[in-house]
């Protein structure tokens, strides 16, 4: 049996929406396949957190979830031989969900597909359109999806007569039951092909590349996917196509730290310039900006610069860039460079542990 989804996330069933991205960000972190390589737990627990948010994040998604279960779990349930959908079809002619029987009829929908689509910090930040040209069953040009030959159309299945299931009634205690199954000649669509595409072969799809256009908004992070609706796999015989899901991938940059809306950049400085202060130039996102450093700043000090950060997906306003100061030690230091720090410990009365050879000649300055 599938876990539940807020089991999943590690979230009460009261979570706000925040609550519950909060969770599925650092899961997704956690168990990106990129970040676990070769780790096929990790990948099927990455998909599980995938569905699991998808589902929550959604409001009228979330409240069939807490009123019926997932789908899997539906399912497990209507396979059984006589359930509460067989009950809703005798009384009402339709299912547990409010389907009346024979909506279904026709070409069956396309499925879904997923793709992984890589940015730039700057194009995560910004937004941007990428083109993208995901492999996958495209309509046959040939037949326009319709899988028939030209100059020939579908004719209606004599099987089921164009309803695409077929009905069995039997008795039970309850009364008669009445069970539908998909029509084995039409496959459930309602029609039957007499003269099939030559090219599709009747499927009115092929494998093909198929070229769209992806508008990622501004402030989009690791881990979220964009839904582009009915453009994913087509269907076969001219059905409503899949969705596809388009999954973001942030490169790093090395110049940033991402967190949440806020980004962070460390500023690295001399020890004589922590003590005397500075001005320095701090490459942003949107250009230079100039930094002022106070005398005396500590390692680890932090400015903001507002406004340079992430935009929000909610309200567009933009978090912060925090600039940390980063104070440098030297490693090595010439012969003048040390006589000088030398000095500047003796007139602060600081003691000073040096090791032979390495400064000899400034200890023997000050004897």
């Known amino acids: 049996m599938a876990r539940d ?6 979230v009460p069933r009261q979570a706000n929406e925040d609550e519950i991205k909060k969770a599925y960000r650092s899961l997704a972190r ?90 730039t910090l700057a194009e995560a930040v910004f937004g941007t359109r990428k083109t993208i040209e995901p492999r996958m069953p495209v309509a046959c040009s040939e037949c326009d999806g319709r899988g028939a030959a030209a100059g020939t159309t579908p004719t209606r299945c004599a099987a089921c007569d164009g309803s695409g299931e077929l009905r069995q009634v039997r008795r039970s205690l309850l009364g008669q039951i009445i069970t539908s199954s998909a029509c084995p000649t039409c496959g459930g669509t309602g029609d039957v092909i007499p003269n099939p595409c030559t090219v599709c072969r009747g499927e009115g799809r092929v494998h093909g590349v198929q070229s769209l256009d992806v508008d990622v908004p501004p402030g989009i992070d690791e881990g979220q996917r964009l839904r582009l609706t009915q453009r994913g796999p087509a269907a076969p015989r001219g059905g409503i196509a899949g969705d596809l899901y388009v999954t973001v991938r942030v490169q790093p940059d090395p110049r940033f730290e991402r967190h949440g809306e806020d980004l962070l950049r460390r500023i690295p400085i001399s020890i004589a310039q922590a003590a005397l202060g500075t001005r320095v130039d701090v490459e942003t996102l949107d250009g230079t900006e100039e930094v002022d450093v106070a005398a005396g700043t500590q390692h680890g000090a932090m400015t903001r610069l507002r406004g340079l950060g992430v935009p929000s997906l909610r309200t567009g306003r933009r978090g912060d860039l925090v600039v940390e ?42 004897q």
């Open 5 to 10: 989804f807020y089991e999943v996330l590690g």
């Open 30 to 119: 956690q168990y990106h396949p990129d970040a676990n390589p070769g780790d096929d737990g990790a990948e099927e627990q990455f998909k599980e957190i995938q569905r699991a948010y998808e589902t929550l994040r959604d409001p009228e998604r979330r409240r069939r979830y807490d009123q019926f279960g997932s789908d899997d779990e539906r399912a497990a349930f209507g396979a059984s031989q006589f359930g509460l959908n067989d009950l809703f079809d005798t009384f009402f002619g339709g299912d547990v969900f409010g389907r009346m029987r024979g909506q279904e009829s026709g070409p069956p929908r396309g499925p879904d597909a997923e793709i992984l689509l890589e940015l």
């Open 325 to 366: 100061i980063a104070v440098e030690v030297p490693t090595s230091l010439t012969a003048e460079e040390a006589e000088a720090l030398a000095q500047f410990a003796a007139l602060r009365g600081e003691a000073v542990k040096t090791r032979e050879g390495l400064f000899s000649r400034i200890r023997s300055a000050f």
